[in-house]
């Protein structure tokens, strides 16, 4: 799926801004035939897309809201639009959408965190206002990823009348809303539809770039330029290969990034469409030891993250995204999970420049009861919980995710699940099918599933490139007892190595941290325990070849649901969740100076 951008022949109109808003508590929207009214019924409170709905009024009921919200705005279509394709594309919306204009549906989407379009020229009126109707549900159950239950109570009653709530087994908050930019998106019909670029590096250093494109018109030309806007290759075709003696390479820390123009013709030559997409030429590689970028050894030094921030929720926010860029550089990290789901295209495109390599999860998270730490009994992918239905929607999301992320030079891995039920038959088969699948759809980029279970466990670590575990010895295991972590990471990396001969990545490893809070020696919650607790995972890896980087959990504070485990979000961010650093981060700086 190419991002919107303008081009020579292509427009993107933004509909960001103020939308009108309305809960639905009661489902009655889709029965009283909402898109078609002249405006929202009842109270409409204005709301900002895109943000999370959740924090920004001042009452519980909107926060806490378990269903169905509408969205409404107009919007003018010049009639300079007519005989062009006008699409309307929604960057990511928890967790399903229905969009309508004028009162004609022109798409429906699964999954809270990839973006999807319509086709909105049918349904449009050129020279006049238009009106978007968005419905957005936020239900989890055992169908979506994340996965959940609604249930009318959850101990002994009585209960209100009315009441509900929302289970889920993840540790962030379900925040909800139309989360991306709504945009639409005008071309040339007959256009470019999709573009795929892989690159090879030859033994004299030189560089094969291959690109194919999908698209309806009858010629193609591909020109790659550089920033200096010379063109250092072009091919006619559609499916060419370009060849460059001495490229400049995208590695982390130094990105250089090409212009790949495409463009398209009519059979009398006419030009139908133009694409430009920057593009990075590297390879990536794995050993039974190391992972490779351009055949050189890469070490992960940076974090498992998420998209939040105050009062935005999970809303794109350009600004705390920059400031997150600017902080990762200053602390000498190079690398992030996009845990626990694919972030907005804008980070992505943001990383492709600012050269930070990007692990690529989809959604697959809370797939696990947690229970005793050396027996996982209560099973997961069964009939009723994870059945055939999550299963599907488990590849859907892998297809969408490498879709979309598949040109970018900075992702460098894909993983298909965090924290998940490795150690069940059926969890086996599930991710030996969406291995299979991202295989299939991107041959060039290694595996990896991001485990709980330990290696006694797991039955997944044959599918993968690269073993990644989560860690909290001294944490949730051995509860405040950082003398046991040497021994028990040392032990179970070992078990790791004997069953599998593949690099080891620590994902996943924290103390949850109050900022200002002292305390000699150090104690948990205090910022010097932090700084202890991350010491001792350190001193462990440094010792091992074979370990590819360590991810601390986790870049920033982040916001989670209310409970007695939680005091206002999960804490173990080595950053605040303003973006100031606890003692952690100046640790981890000096570490990984010259790591």
């Known amino acids: 799926m190419l991002y919107p951008i303008d081009s020579e022949t292509r427009e993107v109109k933004e509909l960001s801004g103020i939308w009108e808003f309305q809960l639905d508590p009661d489902d009655a929207g889709l029965k009283e035939r909402w898109f078609e009214q002249p405006r929202l019924p009842g109270e409409i409170l204005p709301m900002p897309v895109p943000a999370s709905y959740n924090d920004i009024t001042t009452e519980a009921r909107v926060r806490d809201h378990i269903g169905p919200v509408w969205y409404r705005r107009a919007f003018f279509a010049p009639a300079g639009w007519r005989g062009r394709r006008v ?106 539809e999709d573009i795929t670029v892989r690159h090879e590096l030859d033994a004299a250093g030189g560089a094969h770039v291959r690109v194919r494109v999908t698209q309806g018109s009858e010629r193609c030309r591909i020109s790659l330029i550089d920033t200096e806007g010379v063109t250092c290759a072009s091919a006619g075709g559609n499916d060419v290969v370009l060849k460059i003696a001495n490229p400049r390479l995208w590695a982390p820390g130094a990105p250089y990034l090409y212009n790949l123009k495409v463009e398209t013709f009519a059979e009398n030559g006419a030009p139908v469409d133009v694409y430009h997409l920057p593009t990075g030429i590297r390879t990536v590689g794995v050993t039974d030891s190391q992972f490779l970028i351009n055949g050189k050894p890469f070490y992960f030094k940076g974090f498992g993250k998420h998209e939040d921030s105050d009062v935005r929720g999970k809303g794109l926010d350009e600004v705390i995204n920059q400031r997150d860029f600017y902080l990762l550089k200053w602390i000498n990290a190079n690398s992030f999970r996009t845990s626990h789901y694919p972030y907005a295209e804008e980070i992505m495109r943001m990383a492709d420049r600012e050269g930070i390599a990007v692990i690529d999860e989809v959604p697959a998270v809370g797939l696990y009861f947690f229970n005793d730490e050396d027996l996982p009994v209560k099973s997961v992918f069964v009939p009723g919980r994870a059945g055939d239905g999550l299963r599907a929607h488990h590849a859907d999301c892998v297809r969408e995710m490498i879709a979309r992320d598949k040109n970018h030079a900075c992702v460098v891995m894909w993983s298909l699940g965090n924290e998940t039920a490795t150690h069940e038959d059926a969890g086996y088969e599930q991710f030996k099918n969406v291995a299979g699948l991202a295989r299939e759809l991107d041959p060039t980029r290694p595996l990896t599933i991001v485990e709980y279970n330990f290696p006694w466990f797991t039955k997944v670590a044959g599918l993968v490139d690269v073993i990644s575990f989560n860690r909290y010895f001294g944490w949730y295991m051995d509860t405040a007892s950082l003398e046991v972590i040497e021994l028990k990471l040392k032990n179970e990396i070992e078990a790791w190595r004997r069953g599998w001969a593949k690099p080891l990545l620590i994902t996943e490893y924290g103390a949850d941290t109050i900022a200002g809070y002292h305390a000699l020696p150090s104690r948990m919650f205090s910022e010097e325990f932090q700084v202890d607790f991350l010491d001792a995972y350190h001193r462990v890896f440094d010792q091992y070849p074979f370990i590819i980087g360590g991810h601390p959990w986790c870049f920033a504070d982040f916001q989670t649901k209310q409970g007695i485990t939680r005091f206002g979000g999960n804490k173990k961010g080595v950053f605040t969740r303003q973006r100031e650093p606890k003692a952690a981060a100046h640790y981890l700086r000096k570490y990984w100076k010259n790591k």
């Open 87 to 192: 699409a309307l594309r929604v960057g990511a919306a928890a967790h399903r959408a229905i969009v309508w204009i004028n009162g004609r549906e022109i798409c429906r989407h699964k999954g809270g965190f990839l973006p999807f379009e319509g086709e909105a020229h049918t349904a449009l009126n050129f020279g006049a206002d238009n009106v978007i109707v968005v419905r957005v549900d936020n239900i989890l159950d055992w169908t979506t990823l994340p996965p959940g239950e609604v249930v009318a109570q959850t101990g002994k009653p009585p209960y209100p009348e009315g009441y509900k709530a929302q289970l889920s087994y993840h540790d962030f908050y379900n925040y909800s809303g139309i989360h991306r930019p709504v945009r639409l998106v005008v071309t040339p019909h007959g256009g470019i």
